[in-house]
């Protein structure tokens, strides 16, 4: 059963003391002294993006005001420790130009991070936006880092990879392999080492069947949903390369990002709100990596805008992705709802369609900010 945390205006105030809030810190690690706990999700979800960033354990020593910094702001600033400060500030610092902090100071063997106006959080970047939906959307399918992910032949796909778990089947995983070949060939043998020959042999095949029957050979465990191990090493060192990450980001722009942005202009067109919150479009982007695009269910959204006249972008994102989703196979209907709704609400959200129910988890839901995307308006005209 999925874990809910009660909140008050995004702050949260309370929950599961021992429940994981984000994936590295559990609700209690930000109790105040007498146990209560009131601290902005914002801010939560800052401090885990810094805790990436640095890759080692940060301790929250403190949610009470010290040295004249913090007061008046409850719940919105946090003091910490860690083993290498220095490595500490200097990633903060980073992600303040960001947005994400307004303030990083350090204090003796304390360093204090102070989140901006709740209510004007500075623009995220489309290039950061679209990175961080597509962690999401990732982590609906796959655990672990998403540029790693190995999968066997257990659906049919042959071999599947990466974020958007692209695949032999559909031919986007050839695809995406031709373009990391053409920006650093060099480094895409090397990964490979001694079954470069092989995988070149492999994707000349003349079918995709041939392939996949490639694929399933190498495939491995019960439900084949493993790989040999070999090669999927050889795929998780292609994952761990920064060119390749570069390379998979901007083939998702290409792939998905373009279908977002045909699904705003058409809402646009139907009904003029401003769509330009991370949550919304998210969730939109979601939607159009698992269901291509809104076409399916523009009749339905055009009647349901019209009976219930929404007047804000949270309103119409979720007739949107409510009724696309409603025209899945009846048995996936709940999923994707579901899903989507999970991202827009930051939330797991119990849907019941076709007599079926799902209710979404995300462990990447702390990368959705509650704030516009920067540089949008270019495609709402």
Known sequence: ???????????????????????????????????????????VGSVQVLRDAVGMPLKIVSMTPADGLGAGLDGRFVWLTAAKPAEVLKSAGRLAQEGHFLRVEARDERIYLEMPDPAALPAVRPELAIANALRVTAAFETSGDPFQQVTGNFDGAGLSFGPLQVNLKTGTLQELFTRFAARNGPALQACFGGLWPEWQAMLRLPSRARQIAWADALSRGGRKTDFEPAWKAALQAVGRTQDFNAETLRYAYDTYGRKLIAALSWLHGLKPIRIDNLRCLASLYDLCVQQGSLDKARDAIRSRVGRENPTDQFQLTRIAVEERGKTALPQWRADCVSRRLCILEREPVVVSLNGKSAERENPQLYLLRNAPVSRIEQYLL
């Open 1 to 43: 059963m999925a874990v809910h945390f009660k909140y008050s205006q995004d702050f949260i105030i309370g929950g599961p003391a021992k429940a994981q809030l984000t994936p590295s810190f559990q609700l209690r690690e930000y109790a105040r002294p007498d146990g209560t706990v009131n601290v902005h999700r914002e801010l």
